[in-house]
């Protein structure tokens, strides 16, 4: 079983549409959860850092943690042509220099 | 707003020849990183790095890799004899919280 198990994809939605990105884990360890944001050949962009289940919002996006259920999410809003990209979950069991173990990736297109 | 830098973008090499990646990560960050991806698959782990010694290491950062901080901006991953396998996208990033990465470079060894 890997650690970190992303909703495959791809996902293809409409301008405007909701969209949500879905990672489970397998390591009741990890502490901290991050979602990345990456174009193809570029290096992966920080989107949302949480440690703590419960959702936190910034703009647009989402990031909902359920560490009862190894479950976390990432909510789009009015999705744009723009968030058309590969996201990533990643987690790590301590800040202190811990490694991020990351998903899969999951491909977005938003169509206009 | 600040942010990890990476030199070469794109490195060409023959396989058997020595390589040097160059990272300079934010400049009040405590942790470095380096991960790699090969085409079409996940980010991995390579090894981190704090207070001027390694922090941890993956199976893949065999005795071939190498990281060193030479001065107090500069972080360098240093492949010592490279195979065709080890061509990827090398990410370098940095922390004091959350990993921030650079842009990454594109290792293609032939």
């Known amino acids: 079983q890997k650690e970190v198990e992303q909703d495959p994809g791809p996902l293809s939605v409409p301008e405007g549409a909701i969209v949500s990105l879905n990672c489970t884990y397998s390591?009741?360890?990890?502490?901290?959860f991050m979602w990345y944001r990456q174009y193809s050949r570029k290096g992966p962009e920080l989107l949302m850092y949480t440690y703590s289940s419960g959702n936190k919002e910034d703009g647009r996006f989402t990031a909902q943690v359920d560490k009862s259920s190894k479950y976390i999410s990432l909510f789009i809003r009015d999705s744009q042509p723009s968030d058309s990209a590969t996201y990533l979950c990643a987690m790590i069991l301590n800040t202190n220099a811990g490694k991020s173990t990351f998903g899969d990736g999951t491909t977005l297109t938003v169509k206009p | 707003e600040p942010e990890v830098t990476q030199t070469p973008s794109h490195q060409v090499t023959q396989m058997g020849q020595e390589v040097i990646l160059r990272c300079v990560p934010i400049?009040?960050?405590?942790?470095f990183y380096w991960y790699r991806q090969i085409l079409g698959q996940k980010v991995e782990f390579l090894v981190s790095f704090y207070n001027n010694e390694i922090s941890e290491k993956s199976e893949i950062f065999d005795d071939q890799f190498s990281v060193e901080r030479p001065d107090g901006s500069n972080f360098t991953l240093k492949i010592r004899s490279t195979k065709l396998e080890d061509s990827a996208m090398y990410f370098c990033a940095s922390s004091l919280l959350a990993q921030y990465f650079g842009p990454g470079t594109r290792l293609t060894v032939l």
């Open positions: 390591n009741s360890a990890f502490q901290y």
């Open positions: 400049s009040n960050h405590l942790y």
